[in-house]
């Protein structure tokens, strides 16, 4: 046998065992055996640096340092899940489903487990890289740190497609975990808070030698890709342990919603003897067609849904009521706690969301309150102890001034937050409205922090958005912690922000109430920030799901004289405020008024091309036919409810090739 063939030989043997190992938790060999011949191949591979292979075993022990991970974009979005805290969630959720898909439909039920989501790039049965979750759009490239981690195979085995992505949670077993925390208290280091946590704050370590001593894994639950050849979520589940992944056995295929609720029972009770932690069960529609019949809302796929088991609960006591101004104005008051062991993590403070919601509580400083997280994220306050009430406490005052810059706080009719109306000289607002604009989903500046924006905003070298193009690496670099490279990445990010496309740059100017979704449809429509900036309420609320208060918010934003100064200096820095000349060539108003339903398996293009197309030819696609339903496009497979329900309603079902023939 030849060197290569050797090298080949060995790294084929160090995977299979390792597989044994860490998925099938079936060893079949010693760990001193497995050390002996790791040690053989890493001789091998120094003496022959020919043969490197980036997916080595050799690689899993790290070494590799990141300064800084690269922002990368997802082939596939991430989307998050909706959540639902009881039976009657689910059995609305299942009700929903039944009137937009044909057929019976299944249920994969899954735990839902704690940790940090992750998504893995394969080409060729190579891992290419490792990406967080981030924003959904686009996370961090953490491949070094996640080579490392024994349940992600470097290789596959099997019968796997050129590329595609598995997306899963990294965990920290408790086991693990816990002999961490041993080692750190008999080093008097400070003990880690909860697993998630660590896990989550292990994939951003610099130096991947440290993530290789900790005992993470890798449990999948999703395959994205095209042409994979894959008809349903559970056979999934079974091809991705075929190709070397850990898949947990506990998921479950079924056949009714009653069955969903007794998975969801049982790993009530029994959640504890699992050798990690969970936070509840996802439910997923089992076919993947009829998950494409029933798509996605703007944040989260609708054949899906996430059971969250009921959250910890604890007591402590309300020391302080603060109050927090926001970049739009909005006043949040802050309850400020004696701090308190939750769900793993020390709790101080939590929202008190507005003034009505004191007012129903009747909440007073001094109370003993009881606090729990809510969906085990964001502390809140349920409740107060009124046994252990002491006499003398006052009810509580709202606040009728600004806390920042003391002007009267104002409140809108039907509004349950108080409002500063200091617009441009309330310190929090400009601050706001700043990180906003260079934050990931807006501007995504790199190089630009929140803490950053507020000691420019300090310095007095920007008081809105639009002087971040006037900044200078000379006038940066003395502020506090900022070196001369950062200086220049940071005037670097300003510069790039100039490529992003409108829709973005409309979302980051802030807005009231133009979210994503709303910047993406106001921008589709106007195509241009003079258009919008000239439209009337009138005109506004014209544009689908477009309703009043949104068009108010938006003439009174461009109402303002210093808003439209700011958007005329970012036009003359080069800021993208029209649709590029490109996305224009491939927009039309052929499909204008019409409400279009998708509904089959095409040939020609995909559900989703298609469903591109009649957006960016003026139409609306709807997910259920109803009425005001213009055109049914029909593939195969198409359930027969849907014809039957659109021949009643005599309502036209085309072809795809007449839908594609509509737009020639």
Known sequence: MNTKDQIEA?????????????????????????????????????????????????????????????????????????????????????????????????????LKYDG?????????????????????????EVTANVKTINTV????????????????????????????????????EEPYRNPRNTASGSLKLQDSAEVA?????????????NDLNIQTQYEGLDKAREW???????????????????????????????????????????????????????????????????????????????????????????????????AGTIVKRASLHNADQIEKLDIREGDEVFVEKGGEIIPKIIAVDLSKRPVDLRPTKYITTCPECDTELHR?????????????????????????????????????????????????????????????????????????????NLISGVEASKKIPFERVLFALGIRYVGETVAKKLAKHYKSIDALMNASIEDLVSVDEIGERIAESVVEFFGSEENRRIVERLKTFGVQLEISAEKLANQTEKLKGLSIVVSGVFEKISRNELKKLIEDNGGKVSSSISSKTSYLVAGDKMGPSKRTKAENLNISIITEQAFLDILK
């Open 10 to 110: 060995l790294r084929d043997e160090l995977r299979q065992h390792n597989y044994n190992y860490y998925v099938l938790d079936n060893a079949t060999i010693s760990d001193y055996e497995f050390d002996i011949k790791l040690k053989e191949l890493q001789a091998l591979e120094e003496a022959h640096p020919e043969f490197f292979d980036a997916n080595s075993p050799t690689q899993r022990v790290g070494g590799a340092v990141t300064k800084n991970f690269a922002t990368t974009v997802h082939d596939f979005r991430m989307y998050s899940l909706d959540n639902s805290y009881s039976k009657e969630d689910l059995l609305d959720w299942e009700t929903r489903i039944k009137k937009m898909v044909d057929g019976d439909v299944q249920y994969t039920c899954e």
């Open 412 to 488: 809108i009719e039907g509004e349950a937050k108080h409002y500063c109306p200091n617009y441009n000289g309330c310190p929090p607002q400009v601050i706001g409205r700043i990180q906003h604009y260079i934050s990931r989903k807006a501007m995504d500046i790199e190089g630009l922090g929140g803490e950053t924006v507020a000691l420019l905003v300090k310095e007095g070298l920007i008081n809105d958005y639009s002087d971040l193009y006037d900044l200078t690496v000379d006038q940066v670099i003395p502020l506090e912690r900022m070196a001369e490279k950062s200086a220049e």
């Open 213 to 225: 001593k900790r005992p993470l894994e890798f449990l999948l639950y999703s395959i994205k890709g």
């Open 244 to 342: 070397g992944f850990k898949v947990p056995n506990e998921a479950k295929l079924v056949n009714s919603i009653d069955a969903v609720l007794d998975y969801v029972e049982y790993w009530d009770k029994h959640r504890h003897e699992l050798p990690y932690e969970i936070d509840g069960v996802v439910v997923k529609v089992n076919n993947l067609h009829q998950q494409d019949e029933l798509g996605f809302t703007a944040k989260a796929p609708r054949w899906a849904m996430a059971y969250k088991f009921k959250a910890e609960q604890v007591s402590t006591r309300l020391n302080e009521i603060t109050y927090q101004v926001g970049r739009t104005g909005a006043i949040t008051p802050v309850a400020n706690l004696e701090p308190v062991q939750l």
């Open 153 to 188: 195979p470097l290789q596959l085995k099997g019968d796997y497609p050129d590329r595609f992505d598995i997306r899963g949670e990294i965990i920290l077993p408790i086991e693990g975990f816990l002999k961490m925390n041993e080692e750190r208290i008999a080093n008097e």
């Open 116 to 140: 940090a989501s992750m998504n893995l790039t394969y080409e060729n049965g190579k891992l290419l890289r490792a990406v967080t979750r981030g924003d959904g759009v686009q996370g961090d």
